[in-house]
């Protein structure tokens, strides 16, 4: 080691020089080094937000229910923790859907939806044959024809209903009379077809018009009536004259008069509903309709080609169709079937509409 004041070389462990006499500088005692650094101190601010966004996480994290839910369908608002309708069935986790002609699709009802009629209640069970069980409360009553049920308790009471106009009705191939039943007990009811089983709420002074054959159950409070449809058409072959019509001679009409009740339909595939508004008008077959608002029109609707060639000129080739009015609502079913005589020649018809090609 060497000196360096003077440049002498001195001892390794000398503390001083051996030539010059000075302090060498290596003998300062060094700075004490602690054995562990003090962890370093986070900033506040940094700290803060930190904080701030674990908050954030944690609440977004936790399960939440919607306050409250409103069904697509009938309009009732629930609490937000049903995964159905109280009172349609409807199933309420699926949003409304309407296609860009404004038909709006009915929403289905899940497996063992339940529906409150009061003091009664009406459960629907399975979904390619749905089945309505109906629970009646002591006193409760429905109606329905005779042909749909599927089972019973025994101590449900069953008795008629006669209706107004029977012979009309027998002509007509409708129920001359309506089955009635009263609680306390079970009752189910069945179309014995596939399709769809479609709960209409309706309010006081509400109604509907409902092709024939399509009803299935009501509540007490729905009041039953029917009327004539004027609309058929006719057809000839040879000296024979045949009457057909196409939605049926009548049409069912369901209100409530005074409280709320419920009806119940079967429809054939998937159910569409569109609101026209005043005076628009939709085409839609015949036995594709399901029911119409009272205030919705109809009559039939011919197109057809303008020239006469291969029997074109007895319309043997037209297309018949129903002409919906509005306002009001018109629901149609996706499964229609082929209407009577529609290819025959044609000698007479209700009033009707004619486009030509």
């Known amino acids: 080691m060497f000196c360096t004041n003077c440049g002498s070389r001195v001892p390794d462990a000398a503390n001083f020089c051996v030539g010059c006499g000075a302090r060498l500088a290596l003998s300062d005692p060094p700075a004490a080094v602690p054995d562990d650094d003090p962890p370093p101190q986070p900033d506040p601010e940094i700290a803060a937000t930190t904080a701030i966004e674990f908050t954030r996480v944690t609440v977004s994290a936790a399960p939440a229910h919607a306050a409250t839910a409103t069904c697509s369908w009938c309009g009732t608002v629930t609490d937000g923790t049903r995964s159905s309708c109280p009172r349609c069935g409807a199933a309420l986790d699926v949003p409304e859907d309407a296609d860009q002609a ?9 497996d063992m939806a339940k529906i409150q009629m009061g003091n009664s209640s009406c459960q629907i069970e399975g979904s390619y044959v749905p089945v309505a069980d109906v629970n009646l409360a002591p006193g409760d009553s429905i109606y329905f024809t005779h042909h749909v049920l599927l089972w019973k308790e025994p101590r449900v009471t069953v008795s008629t209903m006669p209706m107004a106009g029977a012979w009309k009705r027998v002509f007509a191939g409708l129920p001359l009379v309506m089955t009635q039943a009263t609680g306390p007990g079970h009752i189910a009811f069945s179309r014995d077809d596939p399709g769809e089983l479609m709960p209409v709420p309706l309010q006081p002074g509400e109604a509907i018009d409902v092709r024939e054959h399509l009803f299935l159950v009501a509540s007490a409070s729905v009041a039953y009536d029917w009327f004539p449809t004027n609309v058929w058409l006719q057809t000839q072959r040879g000296n024979e004259t045949e009457t057909h019509y196409p939605i049926g001679m009548f049409m069912d009409r369901f209100s409530a008069p005074r409280t709320p009740g419920l009806l119940l339909l079967h429809a054939a595939g998937n159910v569409f509903v569109r609101q026209l508004g005043d005076g628009e008008t939709i085409l839609v077959k015949p ?5 119409k608002d009272p205030s919705v029109e109809m009559h039939l609707h011919f ?20 002409r919906m009015v509005g306002p009001g609502r018109v629901a149609i079913q996706s499964v ?14 209700s009033y009707a509409t004619e486009q030509q090609w």
């Not at 036995?287 to 029911?291: K, M, P, R, S």
């Not at 020239?307 to 319309?315: I, L, P, R, V």
């Open 102 to 110: 404004g038909w709006i699709e009915v929403p289905g009802r899940q």
């Open 336 to 349: 229609f079937a082929r209407i009577e005589g529609e290819a025959r020649n044609l000698s007479g018809c």
């Open 287 to 291: 036995t594709a309709l399901v029911f």
């Open 303 to 322: 197109e057809r080609p303008g020239m006469t060639f291969m029997g074109w000129g007895n319309w043997s080739n037209r297309y018949l169709w129903l």
